[in-house]
């Protein structure tokens, strides 16, 4: 009996639709690396990792208490105040992820 069993290999189906659902979330969250590419990378470059027009933001050596006053109430001449823009939550949130940069890691 010489039957070749001949496998050729032929996709038995074309691989699972792996379609990802749309995040159905509703209200909009808050994102603060979104926010802090699209407003302040301006001045902070590269999510504040660098300096920039501004200072480096991170591993900034000032307390979480000064970086949020700042963010919240500016500088007059060198940054604008963000306290209208921005709940105290917020700018608690831009501070949080401020104290997560890593020079070896894309935020
Ligand atoms: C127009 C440029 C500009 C923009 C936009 C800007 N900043 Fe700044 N930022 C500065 C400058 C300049 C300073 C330094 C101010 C000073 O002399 O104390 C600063 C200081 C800071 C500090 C304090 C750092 C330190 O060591 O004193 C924080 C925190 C900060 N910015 C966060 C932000 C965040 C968050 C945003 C976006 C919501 C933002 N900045 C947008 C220019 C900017």
Same mark, same amino acid.
Request: aromatic share 10%; charged share 25%.
């Given at each position: 009996?010489?039957?070749?069993? #001949? ?5 038995? *189906? ?15 969250? #808050?994102?603060? =690396? !979104?926010?802090? &590419? !699209? +407003? $302040? *990378?301006? $001045? ?15 591993? !900034?050596?000032? *307390? ?5 006053? &700042?963010? =919240? !109430?500016? =500088? ?5 105040? #963000? ?7 917020? +700018? &608690?949130?831009?501070? =949080? #992820? +401020? &104290? *997560? ?7």
């Amino acid at each position: 009996m010489a039957a070749l069993l #001949f496998f050729t290999g032929i996709p038995v *189906s074309p691989a699972a639709d792996e379609k990802a659902p749309a995040p159905a979330t509703g209200a909009q969250e #808050f994102n603060s =690396k !979104n926010t802090f &590419r !699209n +407003i $302040c *990378s301006f $001045c902070h470059e590269d999510y504040g990792r660098k300096a920039g027009k501004g200072p480096q933001l991170m591993n !900034n050596v000032n *307390s979480d208490e000064y970086l949020f006053n &700042r963010i =919240k !109430n500016g =500088k007059p001449g060198r940054m604008a105040a #963000f306290g209208g823009a921005f709940t105290d939550d917020q +700018i &608690r949130d831009m501070v =949080k #992820f +401020i &104290r *997560s940069l890593r020079p070896d890691q894309e935020p």
